[in-house]
C-alpha cells in the first residue's frame, strides 16, 4: 500500500522525528532568539538542541549559556505510552472540570426553574392585585419578584452564563434565550415596581396637587407612568417571543397550568386598555379652556331608576389638572331658568309639569340618564348663556359621603351649631334641607355648600394610610354602582365600560344562551321614605326543554319609618316598580301591586310644549294591561313589566309576578348564564334559584337545582352555568 503524506493542521508545525539525543554536552545559544516560524516544508535531519518558548510569537529573552541535559535514549513504544498517558490525564482533568461545572449548571437550572415557579405565582398575585387596584400590595410582591431575580443573576454572571448562552445550549436549550430574557424579565420587574410607586404618590399627592394649583406637576407624573408603560409592553412583547423556552416542560410546571406566556396575553388587553384610559386622560386634562365636570349628588332617600332624586349638584372646573372652582348647586336653580319646556314621563306628569334636571335620571342606564341631565342643564339660561358644557358627568351616592365621613372623621359645622359624622349624615342634612332656618330664608341646600370646603380639606390633609383607604373605598363604591361615571372622550368611557363603572345596562349579546333581569324602583311623591325601606328579592327560574324560561318572582318591601317622627320618613312610600328582562318576554301574572292611573296628559297637547325622543320612542311602546294593572313597554333591547307597589310606614308587602322569556337557551348547547343588574342606591338581598329542564341536572351540583344567595351589593352579578343529561 502506498504510503500516504500526513497533513498538518496547523500551518507553523510539522511532522518531525523523534530525535536520540546524546550524552549531555553545552550548547551555546544565542542572546535573543527572534520570532520564528517552522514551514511546512522544512524537515529537521540533524538534532536540534532548544528551550521551547511559552509562545510561539513572541520573541525570548535568554541567557548566554545554558546546559541541557540530554534524557535516557528512549525507545517510540514508551514514549507513546507516556504521551497516552498525558493525553488520559488531561481528559480527565476536563472531565472533572466539566463535571463540576455541568453539576453548577444543572443547580442554577434548577435556582431558575423555581424561581420561575415562584414567579408564576408572584405574577398572577401582582397581577390580581393590580386589578383591583392594590396598588401597596403588588408593589410588596414586585420587590420580592426583582429581589429574588437579581440573586439569580448574580449566580449566572459569576458562572458567566450569559457570555456562554450557545454553549450551554447544548446541555439545557433554553439557555439560549436566557441573557434576553433575564433582561426583559428584570426590566419588566424595574418598571412595573416605578409605575406601582408612581401610582402611590399619586394616591399621597393627586387631591393636593389639583386643589393646590400644581396640575401641571399631576399631568408630568401621569405622562412618567405612561412612558414606563411603554418601556413594559416593549419588555413584555420580546418576552413574549422568548417565554416558550422557560414553559411547561422546562420548569417541569403541570401541563393544566397556565404558562407564563398566557398570563401575559391574557392581561395584555387590560394593560392596554389602562395605557389607553391614561392617554385619553391626560389629553382631557391638558385641554386649553377650562373644563367642566358635572358631580351629581343622588339622595337614595328617594329613589328614581337610575339611583336617588337629585337634589343638588356641584360644578367642579379645572384647567391643565388644576382645580379652580368646587361649586355646589340647588338643582332648582337651573330648572328655574329653563325655558325649554319638555314634557316630563307619564309617570311624573302627576306631580311636576314640566320635566327638567332634578327628574332627568328617568333611565336605568345611566349614561343615558347623564346626557338627559346634563341636556337640562346645559339649556338653562345659567349656563346656556356662557355656552358652558358638561363633558363629564359623575354620579355619586349618599353612602359614599356616609363612607368618607367614617374615614376623615367628625366635622363641626359653628354656624348650625350642628357636628355631621357617618351616621347622622343623611338625617341631619336632611332635615336641615326640609325644616332648617335656610329653608325658611329660600337656600334650603346651603348646608352642603358649607359643608364641602370643609370635607374637602379634610381629605386633602388626610395622612398617608388614611389616602390609601379612601381610594379602597372609592373602589368599593364603584363596584357597587354608587359612583357611577359617564365620559364623552371615547378613550376615558372605553375604561370605564370595561370596569363597569358607567352604570350602563347589560348588553344582551347576540344568540346569548340566558336570562336578564333588573328591578327599578321610582320613588314618586313617597317623601324620603327609601331610607327606612329593605328589600328583598327572590326569583326562581325554571328551564323548559323547548328553551324558555318561566320565571316566579317575588319582591318584598319592609317600611320601618314608623319608628321617626319626620314625616317625610314616614310617608307611604309611593314607589312605581319595573322589572326589566330579556326582550320578547311575555307577562302572565302580578299579585299584591296597588291599583293607580297616569295622568291623561291632555294639557301637553298645546303646540309650545316639546316631546323627548328617547322617552317618546319608550313610551309609544306601552300597552296597559287593564286587568293587571300593569305597563308593558320595550326599553332598547329589554321589555319592561311596570306597575305601583304601595307599602306604608310599618308594613311590610309582597308583589308576586309570573313571566315568561321565550327561547332564552339553545337545549343543544348545555350552557346558561344569568345576569342581575343592581339598582344604583337600593339596598337589597337576593336569592335565585334555577331548575333545570327536565331530565336535565346542573354540572356544578349534580342535581336538577341551583340556587345562589348575595347581601353584599354588587352592581352586577353574572352566573355561568352548565347542564348535563341526568343519569
Known amino acids: 500500500m502506498q504510503r500516504v503524506p500526513r497533513k498538518n493542521i496547523y500551518p507553523f508545525l510539522s511532522d518531525v522525528k523523534i530525535p536520540r539525543l546524546r550524552r549531555s554536552r553545552v550548547v551555546s545559544i544565542p542572546l535573543q532568539v527572534s520570532k520564528f516560524r517552522i514551514s511546512s516544508s522544512s524537515s529537521l535531519k540533524k538534532p536540534v538542541n532548544y528551550i521551547a518558548p511559552p509562545s510561539l510569537s513572541e520573541p525570548i529573552p535568554l541567557k548566554k549559556s545554558a546546559v541541557i541535559e540530554e534524557a535516557p535514549l528512549r525507545s517510540p513504544k514508551r514514549i507513546l505510552r507516556y504521551s497516552h498517558a498525558l493525553i488520559a490525564g488531561f481528559l480527565f ?10 453539576f453548577k449548571i444543572v443547580e442554577l ?7 420561575m415557579e415562584s414567579a408564576y405565582g408572584s405574577l398572577r398575585e401582582i397581577t390580581a392585585h393590580l386589578r383591583r387596584y392594590e396598588f401597596g400590595k403588588a408593589a410588596g410582591q414586585i420587590k420580592m419578584f426583582n429581589s429574588e431575580l437579581n440573586e439569580i443573576g448574580k449566580d449566572a454572571k459569576r458562572m458567566k452564563l450569559f457570555e456562554l448562552g450557545n454553549v450551554l445550549g447544548s446541555v439545557w436549550n433554553a439557555a439560549k434565550t436566557v441573557p434576553r430574557t433575564f433582561l426583559n424579565v428584570q426590566e419588566i420587574g424595574n418598571a412595573s415596581f416605578e409605575i406601582v410607586n408612581d401610582v402611590e404618590v399619586l394616591k399621597q399627592h393627586a387631591l393636593a396637587l389639583m386643589f393646590d394649583q400644581k396640575g401641571n406637576e399631576l ?8 412612558s414606563k408603560m411603554r418601556i413594559l409592553d416593549e419588555s413584555t412583547k420580546t418576552l413574549q417571543g422568548d417565554i416558550t423556552a422557560f414553559d411547561v416542560e422546562a420548569l417541569g410546571l403541570e401541563k393544566a397550568e397556565v404558562t407564563f406566556g398566557d398570563l401575559l396575553l391574557n392581561n395584555a388587553p387590560e394593560f392596554y386598555k389602562i395605557e389607553d384610559a391614561l392617554k385619553a386622560f391626560i389629553s382631557f386634562l391638558k385641554q386649553e379652556d377650562d373644563v367642566h365636570a358635572l358631580i351629581l349628588f343622588q339622595n337614595s332617600s328617594e329613589m328614581r331608576p337610575s339611583g336617588g332624586f337629585i337634589g343638588s349638584y356641584a360644578d367642579l372646573v379645572f384647567n391643565h389638572g388644576s382645580i379652580l372652582r368646587f361649586d355646589v348647586e340647588d338643582v332648582y336653580d337651573p330648572d328655574g331658568q329653563l325655558d325649554a319646556r319638555v314634557i316630563p314621563p307619564k309617570q311624573l306628569q302627576g306631580i311636576t309639569e314640566v320635566w327638567g334636571a332634578r327628574d332627568a335620571n328617568w333611565f336605568f342606564d345611566f349614561p343615558q340618564s347623564a346626557d338627559k341631565v346634563k341636556f337640562f342643564l346645559e339649556e338653562s339660561k345659567i349656563y346656556k348663556e356662557k355656552n358652558t358644557k358638561f363633558p363629564l358627568v359623575i354620579a355619586i351616592n349618599d353612602t359614599v359621603l356616609q363612607s368618607i365621613l367614617s374615614l376623615v372623621g367628625p366635622i363641626k359645622l359653628l354656624y348650625y351649631n350642628l357636628t355631621v359624622d357617618s351616621n347622622n349624615f343623611l338625617p341631619l342634612i336632611q332635615e336641615e334641607v326640609e325644616a332648617g332656618k335656610d329653608n325658611k330664608h329660600g337656600e334650603p341646600k346651603r348646608i352642603l355648600k358649607v359643608l364641602t370646603p370643609l370635607l374637602l380639606e379634610k381629605l386633602k390633609n388626610l395622612p398617608p394610610g388614611d389616602k390609601r383607604k379612601l381610594f379602597e373605598i372609592i373602589g368599593g363604591h364603584l363596584s357597587s354602582k354608587d359612583i357611577m361615571i359617564h365620559s364623552e372622550h371615547e378613550g376615558i368611557r372605553s375604561f370605564l365600560k370595561s370596569k363597569e363603572w358607567t352604570g350602563e345596562s347589560f348588553a344582551i349579546p347576540p344568540r346569548w344562551n340566558g336570562d336578564y333581569i333588573a328591578l327599578v324602583n321610582t320613588n314618586i311623591a313617597g317623601g324620603k321614605s327609601d331610607y327606612f325601606i329593605d328589600q328583598e328579592i327572590d326569583l326562581v327560574s325554571q328551564l323548559t326543554l323547548e328553551g324558555d324560561v318561566l320565571n316566579n318572582l317575588i319582591v318584598k318591601r319592609t317600611h320601618s319609618g314608623n319608628t321617626r317622627s319626620e314625616w317625610w320618613y314616614r310617608a307611604i312610600n309611593e314607589n312605581y316598580i319595573k322589572v326589566l328582562t330579556r326582550e320578547g318576554a311575555r307577562f302572565g301574572f302580578v299579585r299584591g301591586n296597588t291599583e293607580k292611573a297616569f295622568y291623561n296628559g291632555a294639557r301637553y297637547k298645546k303646540d309650545e310644549w316639546t316631546t323627548d325622543r328617547e322617552l317618546a320612542r319608550i313610551e309609544s311602546t306601552m300597552q296597559f294591561l287593564p286587568k293587571s294593572d300593569v305597563w308593558v313597554s320595550g326599553e332598547g333591547d329589554k321589555t319592561s313589566f311596570g306597575t305601583w307597589f304601595r307599602v306604608r310606614a310599618g308594613e311590610s308587602k309582597t308583589l308576586h309576578m309570573d313571566y315568561k322569556v321565550p327561547r332564552a337557551f339553545d337545549i343543544n348547547t348545555s350552557n346558561y348564564s344569568f345576569v342581575f343588574d343592581k339598582q344604583s342606591g337600593v339596598r337589597s338581598s337576593v336569592t335565585f334559584a334555577f331548575i333545570a329542564p ?13 340556587n345562589y344567595e348575595s347581601r353584599s351589593g354588587e352592581g352586577r352579578i353574572r352566573l355561568d352555568m352548565e347542564f348535563m343529561h341526568a343519569r
Open 93 to 102: 482533568l476536563i472531565f472533572v472540570g466539566s463535571g463540576i461545572y455541568a
Open 109 to 115: 437550572k434548577n435556582n431558575v426553574s423555581v424561581f
Open 219 to 226: 399631568i408630568g407624573l401621569l405622562e412618567n407612568i405612561v
Open 694 to 706: 327536565p331530565g336535565y341536572v346542573w354540572k356544578e351540583t349534580g342535581t336538577p337545582y341551583m
